[in-house]
């Protein structure tokens, strides 16, 4: 089975930029859909963006569109999420995830659809 690791959170200030990476390992995932979504507290846990399997099209929540970029390297099994302009609110517990089958996307917002998740890491924003 796939295991997802994320790596890149950390406390940053309005207006600086993070990227935060997700590494796969325990097989293959270049043909799944892969995407993120953050959780604040509180809240439920909401889309971020997600890119296809060939990296040629994504996919972003209205809130981070021109601010947030999604991507892929299928040869370094790693998928990443550049975040630029953050704000207070971008705030939480961000997972990456693989949708549940290969060269799919349909629903890709939807959370119940991805079949593995990492462990999260926390990106915070201070005003």
């Known amino acids: 089975q796939v295991q997802l690791v994320e790596f890149g959170g950390g406390l940053v200030q309005a207006g600086d930029s993070v990227r935060l990476s997700c590494a796969a390992s325990?097989?293959?995932?270049?043909?799944?859909?892969m995407g993120w979504f953050r959780q604040a507290p509180g809240k439920e846990r909401e889309f971020v963006a997600a890119?296809?399997?060939?990296?040629?099209?994504?996919y972003y929540a209205h809130s981070v569109k021109g601010r947030f970029t999604i991507s892929r390297d299928n040869e370094k099994n790693t998928v990443y999420l550049q975040m630029n302009s953050l704000k207070p609110e971008d705030t939480a517990l961000y997972y990456c995830?693989?949708?549940?089958?290969?060269?799919?996307?349909?629903?890709?917002?939807?959370?119940?659809?991805?079949?593995?998740w990492g462990q999260g890491t926390q990106v915070t924003v201070s005003s």
């Open positions: 325990g097989g293959a995932f270049r043909h799944n859909m």
């Open positions: 995830a693989a949708y549940s089958l290969p060269y799919a996307y349909a629903q890709y917002d939807k959370a119940a659809l991805y079949a593995n």
């Open positions: 890119v296809t399997w060939s990296g040629g099209g994504t």
